[in-house]
C-alpha cells in the first residue's frame, strides 16, 4: 500500500538505497514527520515589488524574496508554497486551497485588501489556518485609512514595518510551532 494509510507512518524516506537496478527502496520511521507545509500569500500590486514605491517598500522584487525564504524554509525543514494576485476571489481560493491541503499555516501580506476586504477576512477565519499577517511597511506610520487592518484580529500575530525581515520572522515562527 502505498502511499501507507496509517497516519503514524510518514512517507518521507529518512534512508534510501538500491535494491535491484532500477528500484529504490526507503525505510519510514515514526519519527520523522512529514514536512510542514506553510503558504506565503501577497496580495495586490505585491507584484510590482522592487519597482513600486521603493522608498517605502525597498528595492527587492517578490522574486528575491521568495528566493530568500526558500533558503529559510529548507533550514527550517518546511515546505512553501507562494502565491501573488492581484484578485481578491483569487486570494481567497488560495487559502481554502491551503487549507484543505491540510498546510500548517500562512505568511499573509494582504496588501491594500487588509484596509478592506471582509471577504478576505472571513476566509482567513474559515479556513482555520493559523495566519500571520505581515506588512512591509509600518502601517501605523503612514495615512490613517492604513491604521486599521480587518485582516489582523483574525491572525496569530501581526509584523508591520521589518520590511522583509517579517515574511522571515513569520516563517520561523510558524515553522515552529
Ligand atoms: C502593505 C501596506 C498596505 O497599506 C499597502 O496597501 C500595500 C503594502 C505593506 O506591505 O506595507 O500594498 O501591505
Known sequence: MWPP?????????????????????????PDNPPMKRIGIL???N?????RR?????????????????????????????????????????????????????????????AHTSIALRDAVAGSGLRAIEVHISNIYKREEFRHNSLIAPVCAGVISGLGFEGYHAAL????AK
Open 53 to 113: 514605491e521603493p522608498k517605502i517598500y525597498g528595492v527587492r522584487s517578490l522574486h528575491e524574496l521568495e528566493t530568500a525564504l526558500r533558503v529559510d524554509a529548507k533550514a527550517l525543514g518546511a515546505e512553501i508554497e507562494f502565491f501573488q494576485s492581484n484578485h481578491e476571489g483569487l486570494l481567497i481560493e488560495c487559502i481554502y486551497r491551503w487549507a484543505d491541503a491540510g498546510f500548517g499555516g500562512m505568511v499573509i501580506n494582504p496588501a491594500a485588501y
Open 172 to 175: 520561523y515562527y510558524l515553522a
Open 5 to 29: 494509510r496509517d497516519p503514524f507512518v510518514s512517507i518521507r524516506p529518512v534512508s534510501c538505497g538500491i535494491l535491484h537496478a532500477d528500484t529504490v527502496f526507503c525505510i519510514l520511521s
Open 42 to 44: 501577497n496580495g495586490p
Open 46 to 50: 505585491l507584484d510590482r515589488l522592487g
